[in-house]
């Protein structure tokens, strides 16, 4: 993995972008997505902010293995990356999300809930990542002629 390709301020964006997203989705999905643990607001409470570190370091390998898909593919726009963005969430996290929450018993609208947050944040991801260049390098691909 040769990770002196990677844009980092794109890698880090991305893992903040990601990250917020995270919180969004989760707060406006709060009431339902407990109800499909079968939890209360009771069950969360003395838990403490340090468990945020867990999504934290989550979205930051996220992003980086991402770009490092990004890379090894030759993804070079938005585009490419919201396309490799839904081809691993399908293959990937949609698959082993469906497996193991059905295995699980676990209702589908928490199916739901978990693999639409993982959709868009991997379509994001993907788009961000595959689509922010260094300057330098948007300038050797546009004196190229190929899209930037």
């Known amino acids: 993995m040769n990770t002196s390709r990677f ?4 890698v ?18 709060a009431n339902p997505w407990m109800v499909a643990l079968g939890k209360t607001e009771a069950d969360f409470e003395g838990v403490g902010d340090a468990i945020m570190l ?10 980086v293995v991402i770009a490092t898909v990004l890379s090894a593919v030759g993804a070079r726009t938005a ?6 963005g839904f081809f691993l969430w399908l293959g990937l996290i949609f698959a082993t999300l469906m497996t193991h ?14 693999a639409g947050h993982e959709l868009i944040a991997m379509l994001v991801a993907g788009a961000i990542l595959g689509g922010w260049r ?15």
Do not use: C
């Open 7 to 10: 844009h980092w301020p794109a």
């Open 79 to 84: 585009a490419d990356g919201l396309r490799w």
């Open 101 to 114: 929450q059905i295995m699980a018993l676990q209702p589908v609208s928490l199916l739901a809930i978990n």
């Open 54 to 63: 867990v999504p934290l370091a989550a979205v930051i390998l996220q992003a």
């Open 12 to 29: 880090a964006v991305t893992a903040l972008v990601l990250f917020f997203l995270g919180g969004f989705w989760y707060t406006a999905f």
């Open 134 to 148: 260094p300057k330098g390098e948007r300038l050797a691909v546009a004196a190229a002629g190929a899209p930037a």
